[in-house]
């Protein structure tokens, strides 16, 4: 009954190649977010949607691209992976916008060599 | 602009003391909600408690209680009687309904609870 679910859980890629990761919802929720988690950061905002097609960026936006062609996707692509980039990222549902019912995903931790 | 204040980035306890989790935060919006997560060493986020502005009533569940203030801006977590499966990361994070609904994370409290 997770809801969310992202893919990979884990992936190491070489700097300079592409990389997608996709967070999948199955609670028909407006809202879906991407977040990366480092270490004496806690987690920040990378980009977010609130519907088909509308996306916004977040506090550390550069370097990453989304899309929502669908309700229930959500990609995050990375155009050229560093290493600066290695991370973990959650993606996040909500229903309303206001933070209730606001679920995170397993995280897919994603390392740049 | 939104931001949160976790000032203590770890903390040891013996089991079976209290613990208090400081988190303080800074907004100009009058409508805002604040969230309290554990991330366990498996890395889930899990979430434990969700304030709006409004309701400045403290909360009790189980061994967990959190103190609103909003003379303070703050909203501290206490564990009563902590536990091994306490041990965790605990975050504070700020959500503001001019910003997009985005959550501010603050930068979390390592809790390692010593049997």
């Known amino acids: 009954d997770a809801g969310i679910t992202q893919s990979p859980r884990h992936k190491v890629t070489e700097t300079g190649t592409p990389v997608t990761l996709r967070c999948h919802q199955t609670?028909?929720?407006?809202?879906m977010y991407w977040y990366r988690q480092d270490p004496g950061h806690g987690l920040r905002l990378i980009h977010y949607?609130?519907?088909?097609?509308?996306?916004d960026k977040g506090e550390v936006s550069d370097g990453y691209s989304v899309s929502r062609s669908k309700t229930e996707d959500f990609l995050l692509t990375l155009e050229s992976a560093t290493s600066s980039q290695t991370s973990v990222y959650f993606c996040?549902?909500?229903?309303?916008?206001?933070?209730?019912?606001?679920?995170f995903g397993s995280g897919t931790r994603l390392t740049v060599v | 602009a939104q931001k949160v204040t976790q000032a203590q980035t770890e903390i040891s306890v013996v089991e079976k003391e209290d613990v208090t989790l400081d988190c303080v935060y800074e907004?100009?919006?009058?409508?805002?909600?604040l969230f309290w997560y554990k991330q366990p060493p498996s890395g889930e986020l899990v979430f434990l408690i969700r304030r709006n502005s409004f309701d400045e009533q403290n909360e009790i569940s189980g061994r967990y209680s959190w103190n609103f203030q909003k003379s303070t801006s703050s909203f501290n977590f206490t564990i009563t009687a902590s536990q091994v499966v306490d041990s965790a990361v605990y975050f504070c994070?700020?959500?503001?309904?001019?910003?997009?609904?985005?959550?501010?994370f603050g930068t979390g409290t390592s809790l390692t609870v010593i049997p």
């Open positions: 949607s609130y519907g088909v097609k509308d996306t």
């Open positions: 609670e028909n929720h407006r809202y």
């Open positions: 996040a549902i909500s229903e309303s916008g206001n933070g209730y019912g606001y679920t």
């Open positions: 994070a700020l959500s503001a309904a001019n910003t997009g609904n985005q959550f501010y």
């Open positions: 907004t100009r919006d009058t409508t805002y909600y």
